[in-house]
């Protein structure tokens, strides 16, 4: 964590990774037990099995021509890695397509999900959280991106809007919130426990 800048408050100085706000939108529990009250990660099969089949797809990726994008030419930015001192905030960009229309250039963000269940709203803003990296880091507007689903092989078209833009700053303010009172969140649904990794950690819950 960085605690660089003395104009912020200390709320402010928690630097957070995009996957924290992903998963803090699916459990508050996830970043809780990273950060406040660190456990041992299990490697999942679904974890292992995720990195090789990102590797693929990168293999398959550099192949695939850009109409599938909706566009005619481009160059693609594998795990682009972006900062932001104002948001606090950082991340690894599975893909970055750069674009050139009437004569300015465009960045659109993509990330693979390995789901065939359609785009969940932590997927989304997770994206939103991208675009926004890549807004500050370029200093362009970037308006939409696209989550790609493995299985199903479909692209989701997702518009990054002003809201979501102000949930997940919102969203960062608790997650800093929640670390520096360490305060045990609820979940937001117990329906998603069954499938997750940390629930040996919430006795309560079963
Ligand atoms: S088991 Fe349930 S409550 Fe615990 S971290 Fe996972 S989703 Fe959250």
Request: hydrophobic residues 35%; charged residues 25%.
């Amino acid at each position: 964590m960085s605690h660089s800048s003395k104009s912020m408050s200390p709320v402010q100085q928690l630097e957070l990774n995009v996957t924290d706000l992903k998963q803090y939108l699916y459990c508050p529990r996830i970043p809780y037990y990273f950060y406040v009250m660190p456990v041992p990660r299990p490697i999942t099969y679904k974890m292992q099995h995720g990195v090789q089949e990102h590797v693929e797809l990168d293999r398959l990726e550099r192949r695939r021509g850009y109409r599938s994008y909706g566009l005619t030419e481009g160059q693609r930015l594998f795990h682009l890695q972006i900062k932001s001192e104002t948001l606090g905030l950082y991340g690894k960009l599975d893909l970055v397509i750069t674009y050139e229309k009437k004569g300015a250039v465009h960045y659109l963000p993509v990330e693979f999900k390995h789901t065939e269940k359609g785009v969940a709203a932590n997927a989304k803003y997770q994206l939103a959280a991208y675009a926004m990296l890549l807004e500050e880091h370029f200093q362009v507007p970037v308006d939409e991106g696209i989550v790609y689903q493995i299985p199903t092989k479909t692209y989701n078209i997702i518009k990054i809007t002003d809201p979501m833009r102000k949930y997940v700053k919102d969203s960062l303010s608790m997650i800093r919130r929640m670390m520096l009172e360490e305060t045990f969140p609820d979940p937001w649904s117990r329906f998603r426990c069954a499938d997750c990794e940390f629930r040996r950690y919430c006795n309560d819950i079963h």
